[in-house]
C-alpha cells in the first residue's frame, strides 16, 4: 500500500515539475526570442539545461522548508502527513495547469503552500498551521508587484534620460555599457551567492559577498565594454534600433540567469513534497536524485509544452524591445534577490507583471492591458483559497482510499 | 486545446498607434493620387479622372475599416503612452481629410466644370500648397514612432513641435492663395456662369479643408505630446 502511494507521489511530483517547466519557461525566455536575440531551438536547449543545471546544482534544500514552515507536521500522524502532502501536490499542480492555461501568471510556491495548509487545517485543526507564512504569502502579494513596477519604473526613466534624451544616443549607449552590464551581473552573482546552495556552502558574510560581486561584475563590465565598443552603427540602421542592440545581448544575460534561478527555487515546489512522502511511505532518498528528477521534469514541461509557449509569446511580444525588456527583467530579478534576502516568499511571475505596469507608467510602452492585470491579480488572490480547497478535497478521498 | 501565455497578454500585440500609422498610410496613398488626378483635371484632361474618383473612394474605405478596428479595441482598461481621448481625436481629424478628399473627388467626377485660364495656376498652386501641408503633418505624426520608442525624448519631442509649427505656417500660407483664389472669382462673376462660378468656389473651399483638418491634426497631436 505504501508503495503505491510512493509511486503515485513520484507521477504527481513529475507532473509538477512539468507544469512548472511549461508555465515559467516564458518569464524567462520568451523576450530573449521575441526580440529575436536567439532562436527558438537555441531557447528551449538553453531554458532546459539551464533549468536543469539550476536545479540539480544550487537547488534548495527546502524539504524542511515545505515540511516544517507551513504547518507542525507533528501534530499528525506520519500515515495523514503522507496522504496530505500527495493531495497538496495534486491540488497544486492541476491549479497550476488551469491558470496555465486560462493565462493566468500565478506562482507555483503559493499554490504549494494553499495546498498544504488546506489539509493541514482539516487534519490539525487551526494551531497546525503557521499563519505567520501564510501572513508573508499575502504581504507579497502587494508587495513584490508594487516593489516590480516602482524599479523598472526607475530603471527605464534612468536609461531614458541618461541614454536616449542625449545628442548621441549610440555613443552614449556605448559609454554606459560597463556600468549595465556591471549591474546585471552583480545582480546575478549576488543571488547566486545568497540564495543557492553555492552561499551556504562558501560561508562568507554577506559583506564579502558584495564584495566579491563587485570586484567580478567589475571586471565583467570592463570586458563587455571593450567588446561594445567596436560595435559599429550601421549606417543605413537608425539610431534607435542599435541602442536596443546593445540591450539585447544583456537581456539574454538575464533571460539566462533568470532561467537558471528558477530551476534552483522553484524545482523544490515539486521535489519538496515528494521528498517528504517518499520518507514517510518508502524511504529517505537522497536529494540530488530528488533534485535530478525534478530537473528532468523542468526540462521536460520547457520541450513538451514550453515550445508552444515561448513560440506564441515570441510573436506577441513585440511591443516589448530590449530596453524595455531588460527594465523588466532588472526590476523582477532585483525584487525577487531583496525580498527572499529579507524572507519573504515572492513570486517572479508577480514582479513581473508589476515591472511591466511599471515601464507602461514610464510611457514606455504602446498599450498594457490594465484589463488583464485584474484577471491576474484575482488569480493570485484566489491561489490560497482554491489550492486549500482542492487539497481538502483529495485529502478526504485519500483518506478513504487508504 | 490551443495554448495561451500568461504575462504576455498584459502588452499586446496589436497597438494602437501601429494602427493610427497605417491609417496614415492610406491617407498618404489617397491625397498623393487625388492630388496628381486634380493637376490633370485642372488642364482639361477628364477622361481618367472617374478611375481617381473610384479610387479614392476604396481607399477612404480601407481607412474606414482600419479606424474602426483601432476602436473596436480599444477598451477603457488600455493604458497607453499618450491621452487616449486626444488620440481618439487625432485619429478622427485623419479621417477626416479622407473624408473630404472622397467629397471633392466626387464632386469633380459628377460635373466637369472648366477652370478658367486665368485661374489653372493659382489652383495648382494652391492643390501642392494643401498637399505640402498633408505631408508636414504625416511627418509629424509619422514621428511618434521615435518618440514612443525614446520614451518621449526632449530632442524627439522638439521635433516633433517643430514639425507642428511648420504644418501651422503652411496652412496659413495656403489659406492666402485660397483668398487670392476666391477673390480673383468674384472679379470674373460676369464672364461666368453662375454654376461655374458655384462650383469653382466650391472647389477651392473644399481643397482648403483637407489642409484644415491636417492643422486639427497636429493640434491633437501636441495635446497628445504634452508633458
Not at chain 1, 132 to 153: H, I, N, R
Not at chain 1, 212 to 222: F, N, T
Not at chain 2, 11 to 35: A, N
Request: contains cysteine; glycine residues 6%; neutral net charge.
Amino acid at each position: 500500500m505504501l508503495l503505491i502511494i510512493a509511486i503515485i507521489a513520484g507521477i504527481a511530483g513529475l507532473y509538477m515539475a512539468w507544469n512548472i517547466g511549461a508555465n515559467d519557461v516564458a518569464n524567462s525566455m520568451s523576450t530573449a526570442v521575441g526580440a529575436k536575440a536567439i532562436t527558438l531551438r537555441q531557447a528551449l536547449v538553453i531554458a532546459s539545461i539551464l533549468n536543469f543545471l539550476g536545479a540539480v546544482l544550487v537547488g534548495k534544500h527546502v524539504t524542511d522548508t515545505i515540511k516544517n514552515k507551513i504547518i507542525d507536521v507533528s501534530l499528525m500522524s506520519q500515515h495523514d502527513v503522507t496522504l496530505g502532502f500527495l493531495a497538496a501536490l495534486l491540488s497544486a499542480s492541476l491549479f497550476v495547469t488551469f491558470s496555465t492555461w486560462r493565462e493566468l501568471p500565478v506562482s507555483t510556491t503559493h499554490a504549494i503552500v494553499g495546498g498544504v495548509a488546506g489539509f493541514g487545517l482539516i487534519g490539525g485543526g487551526m494551531e497546525m498551521v503557521h499563519w505567520d507564512t501564510l501572513v508573508q504569502v499575502v504581504a507579497s502579494w502587494v508587495l513584490s508587484p508594487f516593489a516590480g513596477a516602482a524599479l523598472a519604473f526607475f530603471m527605464f526613466k534612468v536609461i531614458q534620460k541618461l541614454i536616449f534624451d542625449v545628442a548621441d544616443p549610440v555613443a552614449r549607449a556605448k559609454q554606459l555599457s560597463p556600468l549595465f552590464i556591471g549591474l546585471t551581473i552583480f545582480i546575478i552573482l549576488l543571488s547566486i551567492f545568497t540564495k543557492t546552495r553555492v552561499g551556504t556552502e562558501l560561508n562568507y558574510t554577506m559583506g564579502e559577498y558584495i564584495l566579491i560581486s563587485l570586484v567580478m561584475s567589475a571586471a565583467a563590465g570592463l570586458a563587455g565594454y571593450l567588446f561594445f565598443i567596436k560595435t559599429r552603427a550601421h549606417a543605413k540602421k537608425k539610431k534607435y534600433d542599435v541602442v536596443e542592440g546593445l540591450f539585447r545581448r544583456l537581456q539574454v544575460m538575464t533571460s539566462c540567469y533568470v532561467a537558471f534561478s528558477h530551476g534552483a527555487n522553484d524545482v523544490a515546489n515539486a521535489v519538496g513534497p515528494v521528498a517528504v512522502i517518499l520518507a514517510f511511505s518508502w524511504q529517505e532518498v537522497d536529494t540530488v536524485y530528488l533534485l535530478a528528477f525534478g530537473g528532468i521534469g523542468l526540462a521536460l514541461g520547457i520541450t513538451t509544452w514550453g515550445y508552444k509557449v515561448i513560440r506564441t509569446v515570441g510573436g506577441r511580444i513585440t511591443a516589448l524591445t530590449n530596453t524595455r525588456g531588460f527594465s523588466v527583467d532588472f526590476a523582477a530579478a532585483t525584487v525577487v534577490l531583496v525580498a527572499s534576502k529579507m524572507g519573504m516568499p515572492v513570486s517572479t511571475s508577480h514582479a513581473v507583471v508589476g515591472a511591466v505596469i511599471g515601464v507602461g507608467l514610464a510611457r514606455g510602452l504602446d498599450a498594457v492591458d490594465l484589463g488583464v492585470i485584474k484577471k491576474i491579480v484575482y488569480s493570485w488572490l484566489l491561489t490560497l483559497p482554491a489550492t486549500a480547497f482542492v487539497s481538502i478535497l483529495i485529502y478526504r478521498g485519500l483518506i478513504i482510499l487508504f | 486545446m490551443s495554448y495561451r501565455v500568461p504575462v504576455s497578454a498584459i502588452y499586446r500585440k496589436k497597438s494602437p498607434l501601429e494602427g493610427l500609422q497605417q491609417h496614415m498610410g492610406k491617407v498618404k496613398e489617397c491625397i498623393s493620387l487625388l492630388r496628381d488626378g486634380f493637376i490633370k483635371y485642372v488642364d482639361g484632361e477628364y477622361e481618367h479622372f472617374h478611375e481617381v474618383s473610384e479610387q479614392v473612394s476604396k481607399l477612404e474605405h480601407e481607412a474606414d475599416l482600419i479606424k474602426g478596428n483601432i476602436r473596436a479595441h480599444l477598451p477603457r482598461q488600455i493604458l497607453m503612452p499618450v491621452d487616449k481621448r486626444y488620440f481618439l481625436w487625432e485619429l478622427r481629424e485623419q479621417d477626416a481629410i479622407l473624408d473630404h478628399a472622397e467629397n471633392l473627388a466626387q464632386l469633380l467626377d459628377l460635373r466637369h466644370t472648366p477652370i478658367p485660364d486665368e485661374l489653372k495656376e493659382d489652383f495648382k498652386k494652391h492643390m501642392d500648397m494643401v498637399m505640402e501641408t498633408i505631408e508636414e503633418m504625416e511627418k509629424a505624426v509619422e514621428n511618434m514612432k521615435d518618440l514612443v520608442k525614446t520614451g518621449f525624448a526632449e530632442r524627439e519631442r522638439k521635433e516633433t513641435k517643430r514639425m507642428i509649427h511648420s504644418v501651422h505656417k503652411k496652412e496659413w500660407e495656403a489659406d492666402q492663395v485660397r483668398y487670392v483664389i476666391t477673390k480673383k472669382i468674384y472679379e470674373m462673376e460676369d464672364a461666368l456662369t453662375p454654376m461655374n462660378e458655384y462650383h469653382l468656389l466650391k472647389i477651392v473651399d473644399w481643397v482648403d479643408d483637407m489642409a484644415d483638418h491636417a492643422e486639427n491634426v497636429v493640434d491633437w497631436l501636441r495635446a497628445m505630446i504634452a508633458k
